[in-house]
C-alpha cells in the first residue's frame, strides 16, 4: 500500500535582494527533502528557525508548489493549489497552526467556524452539521455554551482546540501541525499535546508534527526527522533519535533539553553564528559549528547513509562507534 | 464517543449597548431626510414652480411660507423637500456605486495580483491625479445634464479610494491568517473574500463611505453652483445655496436652509457610520 504522504526530493527556492538594485541571489530554503508517513503515525520535523521546516509543511500541503521533486497523497501527485481537485483533498489534509487567534475569522462565532468545513465540502443536512460541531467540540474539550462565543472571547488553549476541532470536521486522514504549542503557555501546551496525541490514536491519523521544541516531539511522535538547513541531517525512529542520536546536530539538539538527574554540564553548546540560508557553507553545511569536524567536512557533502535500524543520517562519521565513544 | 446527555448549548444573551443620544438624533434625521425623499409629493405645499410675485422674498415665519419665498415667490420650504430628494438620490447612488465598484476592483487586483493588479492601481492613480471637477464639467457639457449621468459621474469619483483600502486590506488578510486558513480549508475565492474578507474590511469601507458621502453632497452643490449640476427649474441642495447666493445679504434664509440641511445631513452621516462601525466590530 502507498504511504499517505510522500515527498520525494523536494526543493524549495526563494528570491531575495538586498538593497534597492542589488542581485538577486537564490535561497535554498528546502533542499531536496524526502519523506514518507504512513498511516497513524507522527512524523516530528525539528530544527532551528530558518531550518525550511514551515516551507517544508507548505509544500506537503501544497500551498506552494515544489520547484523541484513532488508530493504524493495516497500514491497520487498533489493536484495544483486552488484546482478544484486541491479543494476537495482539503476534506482529507487538514492544517493546525501556530497563532490560533490569526487563524480565526474574529467576526464569527465558533459553531459557525467549526461548520465551515462541512459547508464548503457539503457533508450533510444543516441539522447533521450541528449536529456534528457539538460533537467534536465536545471530542476537543470545549463546552457546548462555547458555541456561541467569539475567538477573542476564548482562552489561548480554547483557542487552539477550536482550530484543531475544525481541523478534524471532516474527519481527515492527515494533519500537518506547523508549530501548535509554542504560541501558547507551558501548561496549556500540554493539554493541547495530550489532546492531540488522544485524537491521533484514537482516530489513526497521520501527523506531521513541526516544532522547534524536542520535549512535544519526544512525547508525540513515532519518527523524527531533524532539519539543518534545508536539509534532513537525521530521521529515525523517535527513541532511537533521542537515546542515540548519530548526527552531531541532533547529539547538540537533544543535549539542550533539560533531563532531572543530568548535570547540565554534559550539555553540548553549539559554536558559531546561527547558520544563513542565503550563505551555505561548502561541504557538509554544519561543520562551522560542528565539534567533530574534520577536513573531509569542508570539501565533501555527506551522503544520507543507513546508522541503524530504520535510522538514516548525513553525517560523515554516522554509524562509527568511535563517534559515539567521543561523545 | 461516549458522551450520552449532549446539554442544550445555552445562548448567551449579548449585551446590547444602548444607543448614544447623539446617534439617536442622527438616525432620525436621516430618517426624516428620507422620508421628505420618498414622500415628496404628499410633503411639499406648494408645487416647487409656483411663483407668486407679490410675496417676493418673503421672509421666514410668513403664515403659508414657514421658511420664506425666494426671488421669484416660490416656496423655500417645498423647494428644499424636492432639493432633498434629488440631492440624496444623488449622493447614495454615487456612494454606493463607488463603494461597489471600487471594493470589486480592489478585490479583483488582490485576488489575481499580476497584470490585474497593475491596471487597476494604474487607473486609481489616474483617477486620483484627474482634476475631477474640469473632467465632470467636459462630459456633462457635452452630454447635457441628467440626473443618471450625474449619479454616474459622482460614483466615478470616489471608487479609486475604495480599491485602494480593499486592495491593501484583502492582500495583507490572504496572506496570512484566516483567509489563508479558510482557502486551506478548501473554500472557493468567492467563500474567502464575500464572506469572510469583506465583513473584515467592511468597517474601514464605512468609514470611507461616511467621508465620500458629504463630499459628494458638497461636489453636486458646486457643479449645481457651476450651473451644470441639476438644471432648473428642477433643484437640488447645492442649486439652491448657488442660486440664493446673490440675495445673501437681502434674503439669507434662500441660501441658509438648504446650507443647514448639508451640514446636518453630513454630521448625521457620519455619526451614524461611526456607530454603525462599531456595531459591526463583534470584539468591540
Redesign the interface.
Known sequence: MSPLLEARDLVRIYQTRRGLLGRPSNVRAVDGVSLKVRRGETLGVVGESGSGKSSLGRMLLGIDTAQGGAVYTNGKAMPVFGSPEWRSLRARIQMIYQDPLAALDRRISVAEQLREPLDIHRIGDSESRMARVHEVMLSVGLRLDQADKFPHELSGGQRQRVVIARALMTEPELLVCDEPVSALDVSIQAQVVNLLADLQHDRGLGMVFISHDLKVVRNLCDRVAVMYLGRIVEEGPADTIFSDPQHPYTQALVSSVPQPGRALKSRIILQGEPPNPGNRPPGCAFHPRCHKAEDICRHTVPETRSAGVECRAACHFAGHASLRELA | ?T?TT???????KRRRARLPFTVQLALFWLLAMVICALFVDLLRPYPITQMNLSTRLAPPGTPGHWLGTDELGRDVLSRLIQSVRSSLVIAFGATLLSAFFGTLLGFMAAKFRGVVEHVVVMLADFQAALPFLIMSLAVLAFFGSSMLLLVCLMGFYGWERYARITRGLAISASA???A??????????S?VYLR?IL??VASTLIVSMTLTFPEIILMESSLSFLGLGVQPPDTSLGNMVGFGREYLTTAPWIMLSPAVVIVLTTLAISLAGDWLRDRL???L
Do not use: E, S
Open positions: 464517543m458522551v449532549v446539554n442544550p448549548p445555552r445562548f448567551a496570512q491568517g484566516y489563508a486558513a479558510v482557502v486551506q480549508l478548501g473554500a472557493k475565492p467563500r469572510h465583513p473584515n466590530d463583534p470584539t
